[in-house]
């Protein structure tokens, strides 16, 4: 099937999970989900996976793309956390129809500027622009704190001068959990609900249980983002097939199991935020 615009999926009026590809076999993984749970999911690639494969964002693009055409899902290729502006307009030349411009390391005003021109940007090319406000946390130099989170008010002005088509916010969720343990501030999610016109996405959301997600989700959460979920299922599948057989050498045999681990992590999440 044609890749879907993600402007498309997420205005269906249901939750959405997007999930990172690292490797083809994330991208297959998420497609075979999908199809299995008959529900539509967005295959993100971010700045940090274009790190790994040594910053060319092209060839790992095409083969998500390959893939996401090749499934009977509806699905769309999302680009996330980007901070290289380079990067950034790298988007539209392959195929993507939505970008996480990250600019929440900056100050608040740096922040607005810099994000309300990769939205101007954006637009321009019909690119759906997503950005942060709150500091969601979890990643190298970024270290997550409890009592940090998105103030409504704040959330409302950004929007409205940086013209972004949705926003991730910090509710407390966090990125990298690898235990489902997050508690979420709902009453704070249905409050940014109010507060803001654009879809809300919660980022970390492998760290957050299935009865947290469908509560999110109900208070008004729209975007589900996955992806440490994915590599926990990934790497332990292998982990135990390689302590089971170890003098295996051909990475087929135990790749196999680490994409259908994924698979079905892939349909559990799409599931959970199912309501």
């Known amino acids: 099937m044609p890749l879907v615009h993600t402007r498309e999926l997420i205005t269906a009026g ?23 749970a008959n529900r539509p999911a967005v295959l993100q690639i971010s700045e940090n996976a274009v790190k ?22 509806h699905l769309s290729l999302h680009l996330d956390h980007v901070e290289n502006e380079a990067l950034l307009r790298q988007a539209h030349t392959h195929g993507f129809t939505s970008v996480m411009f990250d600019a929440s390391k900056l ?17 321009e090319r019909d690119i759906w622009v997503e950005a942060e406000l709150g ?6 130099g ?32 966090t ?17 940014l609900r109010d507060a803001v016109p654009v879809p809300l996405v919660l980022h970390g959301s492998s760290g957050v249980p299935d009865t947290e997600l469908r509560r ?16 926990k299922a990934f790497t332990g599948a292998i982990r ?8 295996t050498t051909d990475p087929r045999r135990y790749l196999t199991p680490a994409r259908l681990a994924m698979t079905e992590t892939v349909n559990r999440f799409l599931r959970a935020a199912d309501l």
Do not use: Q
């Open 14 to 36: 249901r939750a959405l999970c997007a999930f990172n590809v690292i490797t083809v076999e994330h991208a297959e993984a998420v497609a075979a989900g999908a199809e299995a």
């Open 52 to 73: 790994f494969h040594g910053g060319r964002l092209g060839p790992i693009a095409a083969a998500t793309a390959a893939v996401a055409t090749a499934s009977s899902a």
């Open 107 to 123: 100050p608040y005003g740096d922040n607005v500027k810099a994000t309300a021109e990769a939205a101007r940007w954006g637009h």
């Open 135 to 140: 500091r969601v946390g979890g990643k190298a």
């Open 142 to 173: 970024d270290a997550h704190t409890p009592g940090v989170r998105t103030d409504p008010a704040e959330a409302a002005a950004y929007v409205a001068d940086t013209g972004v088509d949705a926003l991730a916010v910090a509710v407390g969720s």
């Open 175 to 191: 990125h990298a959990m690898t235990e489902r343990t997050a508690t979420l501030d709902h009453a704070l999610i249905a409050a």
């Open 216 to 231: 999110a989700v109900a208070a008004g959460m729209t975007k589900i983002n996955v992806g440490t979920a994915l590599n």
């Open 240 to 247: 135990a097939f390689l302590e089971a057989h170890p003098s």
